[in-house]
């Protein structure tokens, strides 16, 4: 009888060691919970590409880049004209650059911009276009206007057609604050165009 106690006393102490040690190793592991193999957490370092649509995809690649065509454009018409309203937009446009690398970054997706200097693309239409809108805002002051124009134009159909292939709430946001902006920049384009008029 005294052994039957013994057994289930030894049977009693590891099951309670073991709860023990179950409970502790939980506390301890809380803060990872949800977090993948490698302990990063999905908040903070993104989803995979697997994550987006093959639009939603294409559609930031596509964007980085269009942004990156009106950023060195107006640089060089800047140096070509002197006119401040270049250099103001080039700077917005580097921010617009950048607010799509940081979702480029989130979604795992590879920059199309990565060190590529001013003037060079991977997309090769978006290297055709520079060299044709570096052409003819070298004409003349209202010509580079145009060509002001005419980016701005495009990456606002472009931006909207983002805009309707997404319902993610990071992207929305992201496109319709660069539409605003690009409205504002066509906007001020077109304000001096009509200064030479």
């Known amino acids: 009888m005294r052994n039957k106690f013994v057994k289930i006393g030894m049977v009693t102490s590891i099951v309670v060691v073991l709860l023990i040690f179950f409970a502790v190793s939980v506390s301890a592991a809380g803060p990872a919970l949800g977090r993948g193999f490698n302990g990063s957490d999905p908040a903070t370092t993104g ?23 009106a950023r060195d454009v107006y640089l060089y018409l800047y140096d070509k004209w002197q006119l401040a309203e270049f250099n103001n ?15 480029l970054v989130r979604y795992g997706i ?52 983002g805009l309707a292939n997404t319902t993610r709430n990071d992207i929305t946001n992201v496109y319709s604050n660069l539409l605003k902006g690009s409205n504002n920049h066509l906007k001020a384009f077109n304000n001096e165009l009509a200064k030479l008029n």
């Open 47 to 69: 989803t995979t590409t697997a994550a987006l649509t093959s639009d939603e995809q294409e559609s930031l690649t596509f964007l980085r880049e269009e942004e990156k065509l």
């Open 89 to 103: 937009i080039a700077v917005s446009e580097q921010r617009h650059m950048d607010a799509i690398n940081r979702l």
């Open 110 to 161: 590879p920059d199309p911009v990565a060190s590529n200097i001013n003037g060079v693309f991977t997309n090769p239409d978006l290297q055709a276009l520079y060299d044709k809108l570096i052409e003819q805002g070298s004409q003349s002051l209202e010509e580079g206007l145009q060509v002001g124009v005419s980016i701005e134009k495009t990456d606002i159909a472009d931006l909207q057609e």
